[in-house]
């Protein structure tokens, strides 16, 4: 079942040209990847779908329940509460707050309460806030940080900071995830090891992954489906072995003489 | 919360209004104005510190705001007959010319018209940001102070008000201070208030987490300019004379010095240096005047206190670069297990 489709999507940064009709689609449950040069558009392709750049041209679409919803005109936030998620390719966690806190502000879309009865600590507000708490919690003892809960984000060695930030957007009850370069600077060992984790927090939250990597054994081992940029055009699309021996992608790569 | 600090924390209110009887009792009138002025910048510093240090705008309107709030409260609360002395140049509008409040609604009224303009003014001016933002607010308020000079009808314009009654006691600033102080808390602990701090971190990834950046700056602001016009309006009914010229730009930036040397993001450290630089900025007085030391005998120099207050600043600065407390607030851990019984103000900041 299709759950997002971005149909041909153009984006114009003045003159240039950094993404041009990139089709997609993810069907539920997926892993996708999306792989391509420096340059090639793939950040830009990510920040459309999830609304810090509205495409110039073409529209984007969310499978909400039984609905497809427009989501072209949506703000980031919008988009995240219908349950796009998202990671960044510099990490970007709130560096002067504790672990717990930075997951417990990415439950903060869910609050029904009001401000007021925040402060003023009604019973509505204490309710919801020990659920958040509690929820919080179980997420950072499934993702394995528990133990620094009460850290300084920023204190944390690389590859947590990555999980968290990863962690972080499971809190806001995705159905996609978007994942841009999450490992990006590791070491071959870390790769590995989140490619296990990412496989299995795909099939514990049920979710739709689409993924921005440029470590290749990441992503001819965990995607099933691959799109390949290059100067923000789609030049090829499909299974990892297709990918492999696509001779437009070895030339965008490798070039030719 | 631990059980036991609810304790404490009402032993130390009620130890703070014990030590407040006794300074009424003790204290000279000079005195306690210097402590009313104390509550009241504890209130202004709190409301520029949601503003610019939780939320991360940085924001200059905070004259502005002050006084609208301190209009509006003055012109409540004074009596017909004072209005009438007051408005010789051009008789008062109408609407207002027989209205007397008690000073509570009035205070309430001060804080809701000024929130009311953070939000007319907040709505725009927010899409921008940093330096654009604080150049724009700081806009606003000069705004608000040439718009107060030439209202001849509503505002009395460049002569201002006089003889405003003198409601501001210490129960009312302290007690608005109190509240100011206990509302910044509960906020900032809750979850609002942690998503004021995201936006402060980052706003993009805030904005990726699900929050609506433009609602969350619209209501902190709304809530500084609320407890910004609530100062303003003890501050005008403590003084009992107010005029546009009181409400320059000079006077925010003694706010965000508050901020800036108490630590911004820390109640605490507003609180702190809330007082700190109150009560300085009075006790370095002597400076101006002449100095005797028995051998040699300095003349005074209006402004020199200024100038050594300036220096001490500048010294604090450079040994504590975060402010005095940083981000940190002030807990009963720490109080206990810390370094020893330090002279901390017993302010109910958990």
Known sequence: ?257 | MKKGRLELNIIAMALFIGLLFLFRITFDSYKMKILNLCGIYIILGLSLNLINGFTGLFSLGHAGFMAVGAYTAGLLTMSPAMKEMNFFMKPIVPFLAEVEWPFFPALLMAGVISALMGFLIGSPVLKLKDDYLAIATLGFSEIIRVIFTNTQSLTNGALGLKGLPIYTNIWWSWGAAIFTILFMVFLIKGSYGKALKAIREDEIAAEAMGINLFKHKVMSFTMGAFFAGIGGALLGNLLGTIDPNMFRFVLTFNILLIVVLGGIGSITGTVISAVVVTVAMEALRVLDETINFGFVTIQGIPGMRMVIFSLLLMIVILFYQQGLMGTKEFTWDWFFNGKGFRKTLKKEVK
């Open chain 1, 1 to 257: 079942m299709r759950i997002l489709k971005a149909d041909n999507i153009t984006m114009k940064f003045g003159g240039l040209v950094a993404v041009s009709q990139f089709y997609m689609e993810l069907n539920k449950g997926e892993i996708v990847g999306l792989i391509g040069p420096n340059g090639a558009g793939k950040t830009t392709a990510f920040n459309m779908i999830t609304g810090v750049y509205k495409p110039a041209e073409g529209r984007i679409f969310f499978q909400d329940e039984d609905k497809e919803v427009d989501i072209t005109e949506y703000r980031p936030d919008e988009i995240t509460k219908l349950g796009i998620a998202r990671t960044f390719q510099n990490i970007r966690l709130f560096k002067e707050l504790s672990v717990l806190d930075n997951v417990l502000i990415a439950n903060h879309l869910r609050l029904k309460s009001d401000v007021f009865s925040s402060i003023l600590r009604l019973p509505n507000y204490v309710k919801e806030e020990k659920e958040m708490y509690e929820k919080s919690i179980h997420l950072l003892e499934d993702v394995g940080l528990q133990d620094v809960m009460h850290e300084k984000s920023s204190s944390l060695p690389y590859g947590k900071q990555r999980r968290l930030e990863i962690a972080r957007a499971l809190a806001t009850n995705p159905k996609v995830l978007l994942l841009d370069e999450p490992a990006a600077g590791m070491n071959p060992k870390e790769s590995l090891e989140l490619m296990d984790f990412v496989g299995d927090i795909r099939d514990r939250f049920q979710l739709t992954i689409f993924m921005i990597e440029h470590h290749m054994q990441v992503v001819m081992g965990i995607c099933e489906r691959i799109f390949v940029l290059d100067h923000g055009v789609t030049i090829a699309h499909g299974t990892p072995s297709e990918i492999q021996n696509n001779e437009k992608v070895i030339e965008a790569y490798l070039g030719v003489d």
